[in-house]
């Protein structure tokens, strides 16, 4: 996507986000064109003071080339300034928990009133149904849709380490905002969007459930299996002799056949376990053969040996050394932002062939000023506002990161 074609340039989203889902499709609208203003409350985004009292690599990654407005919206002079917003807005993303957006007065129903056209995008904890108005976060989705079940730590159910409903729920949200806008009959009611992360999870969690279905019904018992690396032996991480780890894909009987050629296994060739379902259930034996197998060779042995052999494969990567690989850093592939002085690598969204000009992220309320002078506000209605705490300019020092204590 080039500088010249931003396919929703001229686009104004307002996000009011916390946390990652909002903030995640505010982000990928931003990337294709749309200008985002991120309205925050005094207390802020909660993610601009979660290290050291500063903001975190969610505020670095998701909200570059965005705009900020600082808004007390209990207040009816922020209130007022909201609609003002919402009036000349495509598209309002929020995340709030129901409550919140009622009290707050930026629910469907409040932006529709000032902005007929506009389309409205809840991201909640659940849609309609007798849980509507109940709170969820992204571990409690996939504690509800089956996900952690299946990820056990020492045998107690665990949390994935990345926010994966978020993002999936920020995306689908995306997906939606896109197909109305493509809609040229969309409706009132189309342009009433809720996305939940119980929905997302349970969206995600489709092959699967669909799958424990199909075996139930088949076997006439209830039989479940884990994911890939439980279920196919040789699909899961091994450890090379010189201590780095590498993830095989061994999920045919032709990449079972080609591993034991490629490291010279005793199994090459041995028709015993040349089928997947008879790997399956000599899975013990076949999982402690492989691990032996990649015992003998160092990582850059196992690398040459694979690679010649056409095999899937890649070391697990630690985050420090993600960016370093020469396939990270091509054209496109990664953005530099600049951020109080810091100077960050953070992924492009994917698809793009080149990175189009960027805005550093901002700080709370750091556009507040210049968005009330678009508005319409007066010099004098801008102090007044800023001076009853309707609304809020960024001050410096706001969210700053706590210094270093050095050991001693």
Same mark, same amino acid.
């Given at each position: 996507?080039?500088?010249?074609?931003?396919?929703?340039?001229?686009?104004?989203?307002?996000?009011?986000?916390?946390?990652?889902?909002?903030?995640?499709?505010?982000?990928?609208?931003?990337?294709?064109?749309?200008?985002?203003?991120?309205?925050?409350?005094?207390?802020?985004?909660?993610?601009?003071?979660?290290?050291?009292?500063?903001?975190?690599?969610?505020?670095?990654?998701?909200?570059?080339?965005?705009?900020?407005?600082? #808004?007390?919206?209990?207040?009816?002079?922020?209130?007022?300034?909201?609609?003002?917003?919402?009036?000349?807005?495509?598209?309002?993303?929020?995340?709030?928990?129901?409550?919140?957006?009622?009290?707050?007065?930026?629910?469907?129903?409040?932006?529709?009133?000032?902005?007929?056209?506009?389309?409205?995008?809840?991201?909640?904890?659940?849609?309609?149904?007798?849980?509507?108005?109940?709170?969820?976060?992204?571990?409690?989705?996939?504690?509800?849709?089956?996900?952690?079940?299946?990820?056990?730590?020492?045998?107690?159910?665990?949390?994935?380490?990345?926010?994966?409903?978020?993002?999936?729920?920020?995306?689908?949200?995306?997906?939606?905002?896109?197909?109305?806008?493509?809609?040229?009959?969309?409706?009132?009611?189309?342009?009433?969007?809720?996305?939940? #992360?119980?929905?997302?999870?349970?969206?995600?969690?489709?092959?699967?459930?669909?799958?424990?279905?199909?075996?139930?019904?088949?076997?006439?018992?209830?039989?479940?299996?884990?994911?890939?690396?439980?279920?196919?032996?040789?699909?899961?991480?091994?450890?090379?002799?010189?201590?780095?780890?590498?993830?095989?894909?061994?999920?045919?009987?032709?990449?079972?056949?080609? #591993?034991?050629?490629?490291?010279?296994?005793?199994?090459?060739?041995?028709?015993?376990?040349?089928?997947?379902?008879?790997?399956?259930?000599?899975?013990?034996?076949?999982?402690?053969?492989?691990?032996?197998?990649?015992?003998?060779?160092?990582?850059?042995?196992?690398?040459?040996?694979?690679?010649?052999?056409?095999?899937?494969?890649?070391?697990?990567?630690?985050?420090?050394?993600?960016?370093?690989?020469?396939?990270?850093?091509?054209?496109?592939?990664?953005?530099?932002?600049?951020?109080?002085?810091?100077?960050?690598?953070?992924?492009?969204?994917?698809?793009?062939?080149?990175?189009?000009?960027?805005?550093?992220?901002?700080?709370?309320?750091?556009?507040?000023?210049?968005?009330?002078?678009?508005?319409?506000?007066?010099?004098?209605?801008?102090?007044?506002?800023?001076?009853?705490?309707?609304?809020?300019?960024?001050?410096?020092?706001?969210?700053?990161?706590?210094?270093?204590?050095?050991?001693?």
């Amino acid at each position: 996507m080039t500088e010249g074609h931003r396919p929703l340039a001229g686009k104004r989203v307002l996000e009011l986000g916390t946390m990652i889902a909002a903030p995640f499709a505010t982000h990928i609208l931003a990337q294709l064109g749309a200008e985002v203003i991120k309205i925050e409350p005094p207390a802020g985004d909660t993610t601009r003071a979660l290290v050291r009292g500063g903001p975190s690599g969610t505020i670095v990654a998701y909200s570059h080339s965005k705009q900020a407005i600082c #808004l007390d919206l209990t207040t009816s002079g922020g209130k007022e300034v909201f609609l003002r917003l919402a009036a000349t807005a495509d598209v309002v993303i929020h995340n709030l928990a129901p409550s919140a957006a009622r009290k707050l007065g930026i629910t469907a129903d409040d932006c529709l009133a000032v902005n007929p056209a506009i389309v409205h995008v809840h991201i909640k904890g659940y849609t309609h149904g007798p849980q509507a108005d109940d709170l969820m976060t992204n571990p409690i989705a996939e504690a509800a849709t089956g996900a952690m079940d299946d990820h056990r730590v020492d045998d107690r159910p665990t949390r994935f380490g990345p926010s994966y409903h978020d993002q999936f729920a920020g995306t689908y949200a995306v997906i939606r905002v896109l197909s109305t806008m493509l809609d040229p009959n969309a409706s009132e009611a189309d342009r009433r969007i809720e996305i939940g #992360l119980y929905e997302t999870g349970l969206h995600l969690a489709a092959r699967d459930l669909a799958g424990m279905q199909l075996k139930t019904q088949l076997l006439g018992r209830l039989e479940k299996e884990g994911g890939g690396e439980f279920s196919m032996p040789g699909y899961g991480s091994y450890l090379s002799s010189d201590g780095r780890w590498i993830y095989l894909l061994i999920l045919t009987d032709t990449h079972w056949a080609k #591993l034991t050629k490629a490291l010279e296994m005793p199994e090459d060739g041995n028709a015993e376990y040349a089928k997947l379902r008879d790997r399956k259930k000599a899975r013990n034996v076949v999982e402690t053969a492989i691990r032996e197998a990649v015992a003998l060779h160092t990582f850059e042995d196992l690398e040459a040996r694979l690679r010649a052999a056409g095999l899937g494969f890649n070391e697990v990567m630690p985050l420090e050394r993600v960016l370093e690989k020469p396939q990270a850093r091509q054209p496109g592939k990664l953005r530099d932002v600049d951020f109080r002085g810091l100077k960050f690598e953070v992924p492009e969204f994917p698809g793009a062939r080149e990175v189009a000009a960027n805005l550093p992220p901002p700080e709370i309320g750091e556009h507040t000023e210049s968005l009330l002078d678009e508005l319409g506000y007066d010099a004098a209605a801008i102090e007044h506002l800023l001076s009853s705490g309707a609304a809020r300019a960024y001050q410096p020092g706001d969210f700053a990161w706590a210094p270093v204590r050095e050991k001693g």
